[in-house]
């Protein structure tokens, strides 16, 4: 049976990856591959975030291999997060995605 990477491949298409989870108690982990997430998975981050107990206690580790939000995903995270700015922190070896992650600091200065 083919896989989901397999049929987006043979379409010419690269496949999307990303797997988000709550761990509860605040504790939100993110992980993405070198592209960046598809609305319908940012939807998924943004909905743990709403789900979170209190944005303001809530940490959200991010690893991701280049991958990453566009402005307009920047924009919809802001919106969600408000006043709350809760700690993030990510972990990647890419240039581009360290560069968004400073991007959204502006916004949530405990953005790491």
């Given at each position: ?43 998924q ?59 959204i ?8």
């Amino acid at each position: 049976m083919e896989s989901r990477a397999d049929k987006a491949s043979a379409a010419g298409e690269r496949p999307r990856g990303m797997l988000a989870k709550s761990l509860g108690g605040g504790l939100i982990i993110c992980v993405h591959r070198d592209v960046a997430p598809a609305d319908e998975e940012w939807n998924q981050i943004l909905a743990l975030f709403r789900g979170a107990p209190d944005l303001r206690e809530a940490r959200i580790l991010v690893f991701t291999l280049g991958g990453a939000p566009d402005a307009r995903q920047r924009a919809r995270l802001n919106t969600v997060v408000g006043d709350a700015k809760p700690r993030i922190a990510v972990i990647t070896p890419s240039a581009l995605a360290r560069a968004a992650g400073i991007a959204i600091s502006w916004f949530i200065p405990t953005a790491v």
